[in-house]
């Protein structure tokens, strides 16, 4: 028997069904943001939230991916 994801991962069917595109375009997104990876002043995670919006996204999936990728990042 597989074992459920959860977490933000949770979230990434429907994020995929939902908005047509998978979820590593979402990462790239975020990744690509104006900042992001710098240590002198990256967004917050807020701020790439509503990037992610600014997208098409919904709260909730952009706050999944979003977190998602920090975590990958850290």
Request: charged share 20%.
């Amino acid at each position: 028997m597989s074992e459920k994801v959860k977490g933000p991962a949770s979230y990434f069917p429907s994020i995929e069904k939902t908005y047509g595109q998978p979820i590593e375009h979402w990462k790239q997104v975020v990744r690509a943001a104006p900042g992001y990876g710098s240590t002198a002043k990256p967004p917050t995670h807020m701020d790439l939230v509503a990037l992610l919006k600014e997208e098409g996204l919904g709260h909730g999936h952009a706050n999944a991916v979003v977190a998602h990728t920090l975590a990958e990042d850290r």
